[in-house]
């Protein structure tokens, strides 16, 4: 494994606090590739799908396993993701999936208080020595929706998560106690700032009544050794190919429409997402 971006002091306060916020992860070029290459990417909205937040809003998302040789690929390959993805879990690490998230302005909807561990858990994975890497495509705010964390609240183990609306979140009577005791933070982001968290830590949003979008980009990866045990809606161990910090721009706006490989490649499964526990997000 080679050497992440955190230093000693970022992975004692990911252990301690279950996220670390780096700003500037992605300069202004690569995010600008990056928002212009989704927000036009016909592929992608095509398998998007909503999710109910049930309080009358609703969020689009669209997902998919293996990253591939594009933009969005390049984003979940880079070196300075997964390197330092590899500091915190302590093993090779490999990508479990990713998910664009459009929180669209005025209409975007709420995401309950959730683990990601709390749908893994289900799909056969043993440990939750996961991590998933939230990368702002455009500003986050308090007024769009930005994503919120309960400080520590990786520390209290897996949470029992229930059904809400079409989203699975954690039991509402653990997360109030939780939330007496823990510091709730708001993760105001820039475009391209980046934040790295647990796949315990307890993470919401609220709906975007704002005039201005909320897209992010979320990578997932799981540890070699944390392959799970049965087959389910994301992959086993996949030996993940790093690229270089230089092959975003090398690439450039290379979307899903503009691949020439088959679908199989980009591994957007519709029906398997919105069967999985309706996946939750940030």
Avoid at 218 to 226: E, H, I, L, S
Wanted: glycine fraction near 8%.
């Amino acid at each position: 494994m080679s050497q992440g971006i955190f230093s000693a002091d970022q992975l004692s306060a990911y252990q301690q606090d279950g996220y670390v916020l780096v700003p500037s992860l992605f300069d202004t070029e690569e995010v600008d590739l990056l928002r212009q290459a989704a927000k036009e990417d016909r592929t992608m909205d095509d398998h998007a799908f909503g999710r109910d937040d049930g309080e009358g809003g609703s969020v689009r998302l669209s997902l998919w396993n293996y990253p591939g040789d594009g933009l969005y690929g390049m984003f979940a390959r880079s070196r300075r993701i997964v390197d330092t993805v590899e500091q915190v879990l302590d093993d090779e690490a490999y990508h479990y999936h990713s998910k664009m998230i459009m929180k669209q302005a005025v209409t975007g909807g709420a995401w309950e208080w959730h683990q990601d561990y709390g749908y893994w858990y289900e799909n056969g994975v043993l440990y939750p020595n996961l991590c998933s890497v939230f990368t702002a495509v455009d500003a986050a705010t308090k007024e769009n929706g930005c994503l919120q964390v309960l400080k520590g609240s990786h520390l209290l183990g897996r949470v029992s998560h229930i059904k809400v609306g079409d989203q699975t979140c954690a039991d509402p009577e653990r997360v109030a106690a939780a939330s007496e005791q823990l510091e709730l933070v708001y993760c105001e982001m820039s475009p391209g700032d980046s934040v790295f968290f647990h796949g315990n830590l307890l993470h919401r949003s609220d709906q975007n009544h704002s005039p201005n979008d909320r897209w992010a980009l979320v990578c997932c990866y799981n540890a070699k050794k944390n392959t799970p045990y049965k087959e389910g809606p994301h992959p086993s161990y996949t030996p993940l190919e790093k690229v270089d910090n230089q092959a975003i721009k090398q690439v450039g706006i290379k979307r899903f429409s503009d691949s020439t490989d088959d679908n199989s490649f980009m591994s957007v499964d519709h029906k398997a997402t919105s069967d999985s526990l309706a996946q939750g997000d940030n």
